[in-house]
Structures are given as structure tokens and as C-alpha cells.
């Protein structure tokens, strides 16, 4: 079948959100009027907490990401390119100096919180960004949210913060967990298999990307062949019993989530085991991303993915980003890095439109809202109605190209926003 080929389902599922909704509009959607939104319990008589919001002096950043455990390769990812980004404009947006404070959340949502707070009432920073892990993004929501304090999300893809819970001060630039599993669920049906095991860590996460992929893969007629799998997080153990369970299933294909040094545990080991070339492996694309393909080998080859960036997509920002990034670090490119030149992008654009002015929440929001530039991924630009960026879905195949195994563009999905609401997964 041509997998170019575009069906009535997935176009069902493809939302284009028109532009231009006001922040008043997305307020009442959110089931938020600013007025009434109760006062969190660390309001001051003077306004919100923190002194950070100003005219001048430096623009404090603070960054809350993983430095440690499965993800730590992604928070510096992360890290690296937004450092490079700002380095390449100087250091400076709307007139301020940069200066970042680094947090290590260590993926548990307890301290996720915690350096937040430190973060926001010691160091006072204007604003804070980051966040890899969905679970602790979900426990920082309420406190951004109550004291109106701005998170601008650069990975974690809980659905929840751009539905039930979303949030005027919370944008995200990354994805949500549904948006590059949902159109991979019916391309998986229609280009690869009917049957499907299902497998992926038991957190946030994890129920989220599966929950979007199954919706629309069994929306077509596709078959789950056993109860989804959900390992132990963030550390999975041995992956031997759950390989195990997976042969023993005898499925046509495995959709997976992993990602970091987990995606690298499940892949090896599929590969051990003879799956590999044996049960196709179709997965959200984190699972093989460029971060851990050197290490997973070829184990990955021929693994399909689902996701908003590729390394070798040909447009002259991600051939100017990629060249960059591979100069300042020796490595290529991944996604996370992608996600944080973009994070910092949105930054620099927004503040240079309030000439550095952050002591106007309102203000700084409207000019977040209307941030849109060519990133390497393609045009970026939010939904205004959440927050939430909108993405171009690729389907990604890992080839050995010259000697190294890439993810290679095999089809493009078009562009997805988050539905919004669960209806879809
Ligand atoms: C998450 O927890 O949301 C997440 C972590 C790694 C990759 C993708 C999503």
C-alpha cells in the first residue's frame, strides 16, 4: 500500500485550530476566569509570590530538568541548546542580560515542586522553563497556575495540561503525548500490521501515548493481541520477563513508548532476543531517537516512529541548527535539543515584543501567544485555544545511512493539534 496514501480516519483526527483566539477566549475555554481564580496559598497582600518580574537587571531564567537518572541525557540536551541559542544572540533579549538557574527535578515530582518554589521565591527568577517528565509537570501545574507564574514546558507531554488542566500561564513547546502517537496509530494499521502488543513505562507517560495510539488504531479495526504492558519506572529492571511476555504473545507488531536510558534497556533486549527484523517495532519516535540509537545499534534498524522532528529534515533552520549543535557539543542533534532551541526562541522573540518587560503577566502572555517562526521542525506556532504547540507529524524509519544508523523521513502526516479534550485518547 502507498503509505503516502491519506484516509478519511486520519484525517478525522487532524485539527487545525484556527489562529488568533484571544487570551480572553482561552480563559473561559479553560473554564478559568481570571478574576475568580482563587488566590494560592502563597499570595502576598502585594501580588504574586516572588519578586522576579521586571524592567531591567538580568532576565533570570530558571531551568527545572533532569540531570540525573534515565532522562539526564535529555535535560542536557535540553540544556545545551537553549545555552546555544541565547549565545548566538548575544545573551541579551529585550535590552536584559540572561542568566540561567539550573534545577535538577531527578524526575520525581516531590522535588520538582520544591526547586520550583526555590526557584520562584528565592532566586526570583522572571520565569521558569523546562520540565521533562509528564509526572513532574503535573505536580508543578497548580502551583503555576495559582500564582500565576509562567512554565514554559519544553518535553513533558501530559495531556492533561492542555485539557482538564491547562492553564493561561502554562505553554508548552514540545508535543503532547498524544499528538505523535494518534496519526502513528492508523498509519501503523494501514502500512504495517492489524495485530498489535502494546508495552511502555507505567507512568503518565507512558498510559498517555498508548492511550493515543490505540484510539485510533482500533478506530480502523486493529486488534490488541494481550492487556497493555506497563513496566516499572523509571527504572525497569531486568527487560527479560517483559520481552519474554511479548514473544509468548505472538503479536504481528510492538507499538512501544521508551525513552532515555529505558528506551535503550528495551530495545537491546529486543534484539537479544531475535525480535528485531522478526516483529516489526512501531513506537512514539523518543524510543529511537538520535540521543540513544548510538548505543541501542542495530537492534533499532528498521524500528518505525511516529514523531515532530527528524535529524536530517532539509529545511535551512534544522541544516543551520544540526550543523551548530553537532560544532558545540560532538554530537548530533536529537529532539530534546531541537525542543530546547525552540524553548528559547519563544523566550527571546516574546521578550524582545515587551522590551524585557516581564512585570505584565498579561502582556508577556498575548506576546508568548503570538510568537511563530520557522523553527527547524517546521513552522512553529501555538494553539492559541491551549497553549500547546502545533506539530507536523513525521513517520521516521532507522536506516544505516553511510555507516550510521539515522532516523530517515518515510512519510509525512501533516500537522496536529491536540484535540483538546480526551475523545481521542
Ligand atoms: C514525558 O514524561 O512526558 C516524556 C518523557 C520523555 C519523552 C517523552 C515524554
Same mark, same amino acid.
Request: contains cysteine.
Given at each position: ?151 514554559? =514546558? ?15 500561564? =502554562? ?193 508577556? =502572555? ?43 523521513? =518515510? ?15
Amino acid at each position: 500500500m502507498d503509505p503516502r496514501t491519506t484516509t478519511s480516519k486520519r484525517e478525522e483526527g487532524r485539527r487545525t485550530t484556527p489562529r488568533g483566539v484571544s487570551r480572553r477566549t482561552f480563559i473561559k475555554s479553560a473554564g478559568i476566569l481570571a478574576g475568580t481564580v482563587a488566590a494560592g496559598p502563597l499570595l502576598s497582600a502585594c501580588g504574586a509570590i516572588g519578586g522576579g518580574g521586571g524592567t531591567s537587571g538580568p532576565l533570570k531564567i530558571g531551568l527545572l530538568l533532569p540531570y540525573s537518572d534515565i532522562y539526564a541525557v535529555l535535560g542536557e540536551s535540553i540544556t545545551d541548546a537553549m545555552k546555544m541559542y541565547f549565545e548566538g544572540i548575544g545573551n541579551e533579549v529585550g535590552g536584559r542580560t540572561i542568566e540561567i538557574i539550573a534545577e535538577d527535578t531527578q524526575l520525581k515530582p516531590d522535588i520538582g515542586l520544591e526547586k520550583a518554589r526555590k526557584l520562584v521565591e528565592q532566586d526570583e527568577v522572571d520565569l521558569v522553563a523546562g520540565v521533562v517528565s509528564s509526572g513532574v509537570a503535573v505536580g508543578l501545574r497548580d502551583y503555576f497556575h495559582e500564582n500565576k507564574k509562567l512554565l514554559i =514546558i519544553a518535553n513533558a507531554g501530559a495531556n492533561v495540561l492542555t485539557r482538564a488542566k491547562k492553564s493561561p500561564y =502554562i505553554f508548552r513547546t514540545s508535543f503532547s503525548n498524544w499528538q505523535p502517537n494518534w496519526p502513528l496509530g492508523g498509519w501503523a494499521y494501514e502500512n504495517v500490521a492489524k495485530k498489535v502488543f502494546v508495552s511502555a513505562p507505567d507512568y503518565g507517560a507512558g498510559h498517555d501515548m498508548v492511550s493515543g495510539f490505540l484510539n485510533s488504531f482500533q478506530a480502523m479495526g486493529g486488534e490488541i493481541v494481550a492487556e497493555p504492558q506497563f513496566t516499572p519506572f523509571p527504572q525497569m529492571g531486568d527487560p527479560a520477563p517483559f520481552i519474554t511476555e511479548i514473544q509468548q504473545a505472538k503479536p504481528d507488531m510492538v507499538y512501544c513508548f521508551y525513552s532515555g536510558g529505558a528506551a535503550v534497556t528495551f530495545v537491546k533486549a529486543y534484539g537479544e532476543f531475535g525480535l528485531t527484523g522478526d516483529i516489526p517495532l512501531v513506537c512514539a519516535g523518543f524510543t529511537v531517537e538520535e540521543d540513544v540509537l548510538p548505543s541501542e545499534g542495530d537492534a533499532a534498524l528498521g524500528a518505525k516512529s511516529g514523531l515532530h522532528w527528524a535529524l536530517q529534515l532539509d529545511n535551512p533552520t534544522n541544516n543551520a541548527f544540526t550543523a551548530a549543535y553537532k560544532d558545540k557539543t560532538g554530537k548530533d542533534a536529537n529532539v530534546f535539543a531541537m525542543q530546547g532551541y525552540d524553548t528559547a526562541r519563544v523566550i527571546a522573540e516574546s521578550l524582545n515584543a515587551v522590551e524585557g518587560n516581564t512585570s505584565d503577566v498579561d502582556q508577556l =502572555i498575548g506576546a508568548i501567544e503570538a510568537v511563530e517562526f520557522p523553527s527547524p521542525r517546521g513552522t512553529f506556532k501555538f494553539d492559541p485555544a491551549t497553549h500547546n504547540v502545533i506539530n507536523n507529524v513525521y513517520v521516521r524509519d532507522v536506516q544505516n545511512v553511510d555507516g550510521e544508523l539515522h532516523n530517515v523521513v =518515510i512519510d509525512d502526516l501533516g500537522e496536529f493539534a491536540d484535540p483538546g479534550d480526551d475523545s481521542k485518547g
